[in-house]
């Protein structure tokens, strides 16, 4: 039997508060624990290759990031299945509590290959957490600061790299911890902060958009009633009126042949720009985070204890490009920020690399030109995990998060062990290789500029009609 409900317009409509600033930490921590695990990971893989550690080979350890990019694609693939059928708050919960489990056995690992598969552990419980997180916060932000919202929170991911630099400073320096201890203890001190995480997880309700679509309206409706009484004390003001309703038909949970008709028969278009923004952005970030330190302490002898050191600069401008320039995808527009974003990064990534053939960059110099690229890379890439999620039907919403991440982790995934080779190869393969990255990002613009949607300030209804609002939920929506 239909059942009429006002409840996407009640979360709307609601004021920002402290119920809101709950949420972003709670599940936009998401990001900051998998950019610690990256810059851990990334500023010790000099060191793994020491005698007193694994000994690993250069290229080995690019292999050991794929192996973590690998874990997070089937984790995004198995969990998102299991978000979109059974709640974003239980597996939330689950994959947080795997990525926990995960880290503290690779502060165990005794050889390559054990280290390469809790490395594909830990990456499954990110994978799966990208979807579950993305999911719910998009649900639960109003529309109005959907998108700087999420863009500041995977901004965040940059915290996590610079806190990991800063902690790699500390437990890598050989006069303070044995080399054989202090990569070590990195995994166990990364874990810890996830266990805090996870406490103050419990007090976030499941998402009320999801349990409408699964006809669970009166639960759906006890949730946004108690946010309501939280957000008007809060605020000390009476709430306005919502403004319009939707009428809820009975509709089975999403399959895999559901996930696949609404992307390529009913928003065709859409999937072309998510697969496109994607795999430019996955490309370039796998490729350059991944193999940086390798780069300073190849080329410009950068101890293995003083990575953490320079990454900082190259994570604050990472953080600082989504925080500074994200309320512009909602004023100016996603449209043009994106493309503006991805095209300035691609030229700019192209010509770091020509001047870095040429022997014209000191240290210094490189440090400011990467800064400048990822200020604007970072808004970008962080607006095209927005646009993929914020796109697509409710139903659905966890399982297209994951196939386009997917999509660009999968094409991303050999970047990290390829860059390896490239730089243990010549300056010139270096060049060659960032030239392709920096013109896949150009490539993503004119993608933005063809296909992209002007989302913003927009409900996530508006955007795409969910399944169990269709009068014939069957027929594909021609939307695009």
């Known amino acids: 039997m239909p059942i009429t409900t006002n409840v996407p317009q009640r979360m709307d409509r609601l004021p920002w508060a402290r119920w809101h600033w709950l949420v972003v930490g709670a599940l936009g921590i998401t990001w900051l624990l998998d950019g610690l695990e990256v810059s851990i990971v990334a500023s010790l893989g000099p060191m793994l290759t020491h005698p007193d550690t694994l000994h690993l080979t250069q290229s080995e ?107 790699t400073l500390l437990l890598l320096n050989p006069t303070i911890f044995p080399e054989s201890i202090g990569w070590r203890l990195c995994f166990v001190l990364g874990a810890v902060l996830g266990v805090a995480i996870i406490l103050v997880r419990r007090f976030i309700p499941e998402s009320p958009r999801w349990l409408m679509t699964h006809g669970r309206i009166s639960e759906a409706e006890a949730v946004v009633s108690q946010i309501e009484r939280e957000v008007a004390l809060d605020r000390g003001l009476s709430l306005a009126d919502p403004q319009g309703t939707m009428t809820v038909h009975a509709y089975p949970p999403a399959t895999i042949a559901t996930v696949a008709r609404e992307l390529f028969q009913s928003y065709p278009r859409r999937t072309v720009l998510g697969i496109g923004l994607m795999i430019t952005q996955s490309f370039m970030y796998n490729a350059v985070s991944f193999t940086y330190p390798l780069l300073l302490t190849y080329y410009y002898a950068v101890p293995s204890a003083d990575v953490g050191l320079y990454i900082l600069p190259f994570a604050l401008g990472n953080f600082l490009g989504p925080l500074l320039l994200g309320r512009l995808f909602d004023t100016v527009g996603r449209k043009p920020m994106i493309s503006l974003t991805y095209g300035i990064s691609g030229i700019l990534l192209g010509l770091t690399g020509y001047l870095f053939w ?103 209804e508006q955007l795409a009609t969910p399944l169990s609002v269709r009068s014939s939920p069957e027929v594909p929506t021609r939307s695009d």
């Open 61 to 167: 350890v690019g292999l050991t990031a794929s192996a973590y990019l690998a874990g997070s694609v089937l984790g995004a693939f198995v969990f998102s299945y299991l978000t979109d059928r059974q709640g974003r708050k239980k597996w939330f919960m689950i994959t947080l509590a795997l990525y926990l489990t995960a880290t503290v056995l690779t502060a165990f690992s005794w050889d390559l290959m054990s280290f390469l598969f809790f490395r594909f552990l830990t990456g499954a419980g990110i994978g799966g957490e990208y979807a579950a997180i993305n999911s719910a916060i998009d649900e639960l932000i109003p529309a109005r600061n959907r998108g700087h919202t999420d863009l500041a929170i995977n901004g965040t991911w940059w915290l996590g790299t610079a806190a990991g630099a800063l902690v």
């Open 358 to 460: 040429t022997g014209s960059l000191t240290l210094t110099a490189h440090m400011l030109w990467w800064s400048s690229i990822f200020f604007f890379a970072s808004a970008g890439a962080s607006a095209a995990y927005l646009t993929v999620s914020e796109v697509f039907p409710m139903e659905i919403r966890a399982m297209a998060i994951a196939f386009f991440f997917i999509v660009a982790q999968g094409a991303g995934v050999a970047a990290p062990w390829l860059y390896g080779m490239l730089i243990e190869t010549s300056v010139t393969s270096v060049f060659y290789g960032y030239l392709v990255a920096g013109g896949l990002m150009l490539f993503g613009a004119a993608i933005e500029l063809w296909l992209g949607i002007n989302a913003e300030g927009k409900s996530l």
